[in-house]
């Protein structure tokens, strides 16, 4: 097994011998070296090794330095690859990516076992089960999480400004990716579209939902990309025409191949026109979602809230590494994604990869009436910064953690069918949450409860509200509690047109 190995690579070296005479004798000696290595250490090292992995594991650690993305993939993390376009999978509901070279939570999908467990943005998921994530392969460890709904698996979570690792245990399901989570009237005449990813169909999903808030009759609209990690480019470039001119830039995409060098327009005319418009966005808005705020920040044709994007910027290409279809695969960065004005939106962390961002620290011009500076340094940065959003204390985390909301709310919902929508949160249903705690053996102060019981109650009417009525239910109280909303709308209440909107916020 090991001579095939061997024989298998000087087939490979020869057959490439042209193009490394090309490059010039350091790749010679490098692949020789490389050769070499491979001959002596399964003959020599002090245990047997398998020379297929060792193959496998220098290819993946050459791709690891050029940018997080950019990985080799098995057959069967080619079809897992696969399955996210498709809409539905076994697993926990969330994604993840590499920061700092450590496996790293970007959203959760709401309503999924992660969700509701409470798993949070920017989470470092440091094992799963018994199994350290450290030097793992993002595919492997995206392999370990997916699974059979129904079974369980374990992470253990590192969080900001928590000290000690925390385990959630989950239990898989089968995640339907849905693209819009919630639309509606949030005043008489603005509409709120809560878009959470790009996956088939986003575009007319967008367009629908459009279209009846119009009737119903919105004038002003609040887009919220939040936690929306992005998705399908066709679906970004589908969203982006609800809101730009027929014919104005979209997004390009560059790189070193000619093939790849693109560029992307609207199609039709903008439902939205001159109306006014906030697109919100935070640190886990990614890709699909900084692709449709470049552009109508691009075209001043709406006002950008919220926090720095992610900064998710890259064209991945899949390749084949055989010649039948069904075999092991090659996902490599192949371009860029640059707004119309010619900003490069991926952010990059050039202390661990090669990958460098073009534009970086360069400034640009908005390309509608108002000619604005904006400048270059990936990720889109909001035209209106609003206070970071904070994650809850330890203690809510542990309550959070045991499925104690879960359990008290389903409860609570089905032993009171007098509630209506108004329900508030009093101080005897607190007291009544604070004997289920105890019941279920969750130990805690009373000092702890206090200094947490607005974000308790919130949480309380929010999931009551979810067990008694749905997502609509849940979303009326979201809308009433979300700070973020709250700014927008007082922001786009005063405004009759989108230009108007930047004049309130001091943009001229």
Same mark, same amino acid.
Request: proline share 3%; with cysteine.
């Given at each position: 097994?090991?001579?095939?190995? $061997? ?112 798993? *949070? ?64 009237? $949030? ?28 009737? *119903? ?28 001119? +027929? ?42 979602? @900084? $692709? ?52 490069? $939106? ?71 069918? @007098? ?20 019941? +279920? ?45 709250? @700014? ?10 989108? *230009? ?9």
């Amino acid at each position: 097994m090991k001579k095939k190995y $061997i024989i298998v690579l000087s087939v490979f070296l020869l057959t490439v011998g042209i193009w490394v005479s090309a490059r010039g004798e350091n790749i010679r000696q490098w692949l020789e070296t490389f050769t070499n290595v491979l001959r002596i250490v399964p003959i020599s090292y002090v245990q047997e090794v398998d020379s297929k992995e060792l193959m496998e594991a220098a290819i993946r650690g050459m791709l690891s330095k050029l940018d997080p993305h950019s990985t080799y993939l098995t057959k069967k993390q080619y079809e897992n690859l696969e399955i996210k376009t498709k809409g539905k999978y076994g697993g926990l509901g969330f994604i993840v990516g590499k920061t700092r070279n450590i496996i790293t939570v970007i959203s959760p999908f709401e309503g999924t076992p992660a969700y509701r467990a409470g798993i *949070q943005p920017g989470d470092k998921i440091v094992k799963i089960d018994d199994l350290s994530t450290k030097g793992i392969d993002i595919n492997d460890a995206v392999d370990k999480m997916r699974g059979t709904p129904g079974t369980k698996v374990t992470l253990t979570i590192q969080r900001e400004g928590i000290e000690e690792p925390i385990d959630f245990h989950l239990t898989r399901a089968e995640i339907k990716i849905k693209n819009i989570q919630y639309y509606g009237i $949030i005043k008489p005449d603005i509409g709120y579209i809560r878009l959470s990813g790009f996956s088939k169909n986003a575009g007319k999903d967008v367009s629908n939902a459009l279209d009846s808030l119009m009737i *119903q009759g919105a004038k002003k609209f609040i887009i919220d990309l939040r936690m929306n990690p992005g998705g399908l480019l066709d679906e970004a470039i589908k969203v982006a025409d609800n809101f730009l001119p +027929q014919g104005k830039a979209i997004v390009s995409t560059k790189g070193r191949i000619r093939d790849t060098n693109r560029n992307f327009y609207a199609t039709t005319d903008s439902k939205t026109g001159k109306s006014p418009l906030i697109i919100l966005v935070n640190r886990s808005s990614a890709s699909a979602s @900084e $692709i449709v705020a470049g552009a109508v920040q691009d075209w001043d044709l709406g006002l950008i809230v919220g926090d720095t994007t992610f900064g998710k910027g890259s064209v991945q290409t899949l390749m084949r590494l055989k010649k039948y279809k069904k075999s092991d695969a090659l996902k490599l960065t192949t371009a860029l994604y640059y707004t119309p004005s010619g900003r490069c $939106i991926n952010h990059s962390d050039t202390l661990f990869y090669l990958l460098k961002n073009p534009t970086s620290g360069k400034e640009f011009k908005t390309l509608g009436t108002l000619k604005r500076k904006l400048i270059s340094g990936g990720s889109i940065i909001p035209d209106t910064v609003l206070k970071l959003e904070t994650f809850p204390a330890s203690f809510l985390v542990k309550i959070i953690r045991e499925g104690a909301f879960m359990q008290y709310t389903a409860k609570y919902a089905r032993e009171h069918s @007098e509630l209506t929508p108004e329900f508030e949160i009093d101080t005897k249903i607190l007291k009544d949450f604070k004997s289920f705690l105890i019941a +279920q053996k969750i130990e805690f102060k009373d000092a702890e409860f206090d200094s947490v019981s607005h974000k308790i109650s919130e949480t309380l009417k929010m999931m009551i509200a979810e067990a008694k009525w749905g997502s609509k239910g849940k979303y009326k109280v979201i809308l009433s509690q979300d700070p973020w909303i709250k @700014e927008s709308v007082e922001l786009i209440s005063k405004a009759r047109t989108t *230009q108007k909107l930047f004049k309130i916020v001091g943009i001229k």
